[in-house]
């Protein structure tokens, strides 16, 4: 899998939508779950919402159950995460991971990282 580049991120109010962007490269990004995790400063990186290749199965946080939505584009190798309902909690920076195991919700099984896109949710 190659470098993953995020995008997208900002700032918006409580009750506000984002859409953050992750691209890949290389072939195995087809066979790559991709996921995204997020971390505040002093805060451990959790996992947020994760697909498998072609979009057949995702899965997500409790946290962010029916506010957020990922999806991907195999064709553009572009995994997006739609957030809405944002609240302030929701503020972190955001990273696109790729996972080669079949899953991808905890840090071990992490291939490789993108770089992060700040969010910014205030009340």
């Known amino acids: 899998q190659g470098p993953l580049v995020e995008s997208g991120g900002g700032s918006v109010q409580a009750g506000g939508s984002l859409r953050i962007t992750c691209a890949g490269s290389?072939?195995?990004?087809?066979?790559?779950?991709i996921s995204w995790f997020r971390q505040d400063p002093g805060q451990v990186r959790e996992f947020v919402a994760g697909?498998?290749?072609?979009?057949?199965?995702?899965y997500y946080a409790d946290s962010v159950k029916g506010r957020f939505t990922i999806s991907r584009v195999d064709a553009k190798k572009t995994v997006y995460l739609q957030m809405n309902d944002l609240k302030p909690e929701d503020t972190a920076t955001y990273y696109c991971?790729?996972?080669?195991?079949?899953?991808?919700?905890?840090?071990?099984?992490?291939?490789?990282w993108g770089q992060g896109t700040q969010v910014t949710v205030s009340s």
């Open positions: 991971a790729a996972c080669r195991g079949g899953h991808c919700s905890v840090i071990p099984d992490v291939n490789v």
């Open positions: 290389g072939d195995t990004y087809y066979r790559h779950d």
């Open positions: 697909i498998s290749p072609g979009g057949k199965r995702t």
